[in-house]
């Protein structure tokens, strides 16, 4: 579990692969045709751009010698009208690359999003939300140019090199060769920077990775931060969180920025001796304007060669990020539906635990040969000590987690063998911290089920005891609650969570803690609501106030993941053993409170 912390980074992925941006070009196909279209239109503007330097060769070899005004308007409005056509096409292209660029963006967002719905519980226990969070939205981000720009500059700008070498030979041979010098000490630049660039790419991945991870741990836990005064030390870890991310992308920019100055200085020393070769030529095969057209040509020439050396940067950089997309969507879940998975048929309630052993991690068990049954419409009550065993029993129970070994059963059926949407329907589960959801809470409440009008809602809340605290918000089912519930009391936000899975009508309840945080005056009502509620249902209930499950059909005990004690709360009084003792040290306390 150490990847479990925010300060750990993720292992790199050593060798660079073509396979990530294959796998990333299958998110383009669907835009096929708009993208032929676009290329063609960057050719046309490429084409149209490159004719200038020789228009101007023709200027001043021809027109101007001759003081032929006519032919150098001629020249001059071709070379206004390709400048409009490049303009137009250029326009078209980055309207058109970024529709694309941001619908491919969106599909990926999508694809992570829908993947991180379907893992498991195991997945979300061993990594910080932060740097989950990191990959849907920034790492995705780090894409966007790449897909705007990148792959259409990429095509134009070698179609671009190939028509202007094309073009120089067509001016002079030898001073296209000494033009192209330069050319092999610039693959040998970009060999040596490119593993140096994408290991560091790969660091600042992870840099970034752990300073978001740590700023929403920090976020989570604000109210312990400053009850515990801890601010300082807070920022302290930040201050050297975020100093390793700027060291990470000082170092990782440095390592960037080396192709550009090597294209440039290697273009101005070619440019320098085209000059120097040109300038002793004219007079003998080399007019003014063709060495004029020429340097024009030799600007045009490194300038595709730089973006393409950009677009190679961008490349290495969405590696980084790519392979950490798609190490998430690649994650598999731990708990999915077998192949021939059925779908579970409508259940009355029956559920057996046979042999049950349960692990977190291989070797340690949770749980130990655990056998029960129970029968429909039982009240089952699980208790023991904290960390005994009893949410993992439940937790089994809706394959938020698979079984080591052993078999569960539902009205006979093997819940292994079904799919994982047909069980969880039939199952209302409330769980010991209850979550709200940013929205009205009607929406909240309704988050169980989600066709039910609002008089099932208002009824489910009547039920649990949850209406007459709502009715006395300011809009009613209509208030607006922020994220987590926050402005609400836990209780509230209990009964809230109560409501929505009662909503649901499930043949199976569970409810962990579910009245913990809950006054006892409004306990004894909710037990009220709850008896009409439970009739017919078969009910998991776990607490460790005893008060509350003394009406159990039956009670668990549960220790160091065994079940010690089975009986009625009268039975387990009897026998004077430990659910005696647990339950004769609460009393001792309320009587001492």
């Known amino acids: 579990m150490a990847r479990n912390k925010f300060d750990v980074d993720e292992e790199l992925e050593s060798p660079f692969s073509f396979v990530h941006l294959k796998r990333l070009f299958t998110y383009l196909k669907p835009y096929r045709k708009k993208i032929f279209i676009t290329v063609l239109i960057m050719l046309i503007a490429s084409g149209a751009n490159l004719i200038g330097p020789y228009l101007i060769k023709k200027a001043i070899d021809d027109s101007i010698p001759n003081k032929d005004v006519g032919n150098l308007l001629l020249l001059s409005c071709i070379y206004l009208g390709a400048l409009v056509i490049t303009g137009i096409c250029m326009k078209f292209r980055i309207r058109m690359m970024s529709q694309i660029g941001q619908s491919v963006i ?13 893992l498991s519980f195991s997945f ?25 720009n990148g792959l259409i500059n990429l095509i134009t700008d070698l179609f671009s090199l190939f028509v202007i070498i094309g073009f120089m030979l067509a001016i002079d041979v030898k001073l296209t060769l000494m033009a192209m010098l330069g050319f092999p000490v610039l693959v040998v630049v970009i060999l040596l920077i490119k593993n140096a660039q994408r290991k560091a790419f790969q660091i600042l991945s992870n840099k970034q990775s752990n300073m978001n991870a740590y700023i929403h741990e920090s976020i989570n836990g604000i109210k312990v931060t400053q009850a515990f005064t801890r601010e300082e030390e807070n920022k302290r870890i930040f201050n050297e969180v975020s100093e390793s991310y700027r060291g990470s992308w000082m170092k990782a920019v440095r390592i960037q920025f080396l192709l550009w100055p090597s294209i440039e200085n290697i273009s101005i020393l070619t440019t320098s001796l085209i000059y120097v070769f040109g300038i002793s030529q004219i007079g003998e095969g080399v007019t003014v304007g063709a060495l004029v057209a020429f340097v024009g040509y030799i600007g045009m020439f490194w300038a595709p060669i730089a973006n393409i050396g950009n677009f190679y940067n961008a490349i290495i950089n969405a590696t980084a990020y790519l392979e950490r997309i798609f190490e998430m969507i690649d994650e598999r879940p731990t708990v999915e539906d077998r192949p021939n998975a059925a779908e579970l ?30 029968s429909p419409g039982e009240t089952i009550a699980l208790v023991g000590a904290t960390g005994s065993g009893k949410t993992t029993i439940v937790s089994l129970l809706s394959r938020f987690y698979d079984i080591t ?5 539902m009205d006979g059926v093997d819940i292994s063998t079904v799919t994982i949407p047909s069980l969880r329907k039939q199952m209302g589960v409330m769980l010991q911290d209850p979550f709200i959801f940013s929205g009205t809470i009607m929406d909240n409440i309704r988050y169980g089920r989600l066709d039910a009008t609002d008089e099932e809602v208002i009824a489910a809340a009547k039920a649990v005891q949850a209406h007459q605290f709502i009715m006395g918000l300011a809009d009613g089912y209509h208030t607006e609650v922020n994220e987590r519930g926050t402005r609400l009391s836990t209780g509230q936000r209990q009964l809230i969570s109560f409501a929505r899975a009662l909503l649901a009508d499930p043949k199976i309840l569970i409810l962990d803690e579910a009245t913990s945080s809950i006054d006892t005056e409004t306990e004894l009502a909710l037990q009220k609501g709850l008896e009409t509620l439970l009739a017919g249902r078969t009910s998991f209930i776990i607490a460790h106030r005893l008060s509350t499950i003394q009406n159990a059909s039956r009670i668990l005990v549960i220790d160091k993941g065994r079940i010690i004690e089975e009986g009625s709360h009268n039975e387990l009084i009897s026998r004077r053993s430990y659910y005696w003792k647990l339950h004769q040290s609460q009393h001792q306390s309320l009587e001492v409170g």
């Open 124 to 148: 979300y226990d061993s990594r910080p939300h932060g740097k989950i969070l990191v990959r849907v939205v920034n790492y995705v981000n780090s894409l966007s140019d790449l897909l705007s």
């Open 345 to 374: 048929p409508i259940i009355r309630g029956k559920v057996d635990f046979k042999d049950v052993v349960f692990e977190y991690d291989e070797g340690e068990r949770i749980l130990k040969n655990i056998n029960f049954s129970v």
């Open 405 to 409: 070994s052993g078999k569960i059963e």
């Open 106 to 118: 969106l599909n990926i967002r999508k694809d992570l999003f829908t993947h991180l719905q379907k």
